[in-house]
């Protein structure tokens, strides 16, 4: 298995230009979700997902979409970067959304200027 | 969502058991305590976590106090490798939405 896995690894973006940071899981697992992390602090969650064709906001959304159109896929799409969502990106995964133990991957560090 | 406190940082000597603390007095009775650490520039790792009980597995132990207002989680032969951050969340586990803090930064030192 190759767990959680997250493209690209680093990424550096203009203000105002779109992108799609790309997540994939091999485990089967149902709940997904994206979390960002600045320097210095803890992860916050932006986006999540229970099963194929459910997402829901988690606690920093705004400027970013998701879908979910495969169990093994969770692409996070910036709109209209800015420099504000200069971060790390994580994607994690788990069996179901009852199920604590999540498995994250090894992030996409992005910058914007 | 309950929250914890924990250190900002912590050093453990290489071989020795690291024991890093986590208050969380509002603990409800269906919330669980779940520790996860970061090595640097790393996705979190899922290391334990527990209800009421003491737990233990291959890689930790973690103590809950009988009132569940605090926790301990306990590193047997702290390595090198071991130096990361530790984040204590407190979940009812119903929500999937891991709430992250601050963490402890452990230092082991040889």
């Known amino acids: 298995n190759a767990g959680v896995t997250q493209t690209p690894k680093f990424q550096v973006l203009k203000t105002g230009q779109s992108m799609t940071l790309q997540c994939a899981q091999d485990?089967?697992?149902?709940?997904m979700s994206w979390y960002r992390q600045d320097p210095g602090m803890g992860l916050r969650l932006i986006h999540y997902s229970v099963g194929a064709g459910i997402t829901d906001q988690g606690e920093v959304p705004n400027g970013y979409n998701v879908s979910r159109s495969t169990t093994e896929d969770f692409p996070l799409r910036l709109l209209s970067a800015a420099p504000s969502q200069t971060s790390v990106y994580f994607c994690a995964s788990s069996l179901g959304q009852h199920y604590n133990e999540q498995f994250f991957g090894p992030g996409t560090r992005l910058t914007v200027l | 969502d309950a929250k914890t406190t924990q250190p900002p940082s912590m050093d453990c000597a290489e071989g020795r058991a690291a024991n890093l603390p986590c208050n969380h007095s509002t603990i409800s009775g269906n919330e669980y305590v779940y520790w996860y650490r970061q090595i640097h520039s790393q996705g979190p790792q899922y290391i334990i976590h527990g209800l009421k009980n003491n737990e233990t597995n291959e890689m930790a132990s973690l103590i809950i106090t009988e009132d569940r207002k605090s926790s301990t989680l306990i590193l047997p032969h702290a390595t090198l490798r071991d130096t990361a951050v530790y984040y204590c969340?407190?979940?009812?586990?119903?929500?999937?939405?891991?709430?992250f803090g601050q963490g402890t930064t452990l230092q082991v030192k040889p």
């Open positions: 969340i407190v979940d009812s586990g119903n929500t999937g939405k891991l709430i």
């Open positions: 485990m089967n697992h149902e709940y």
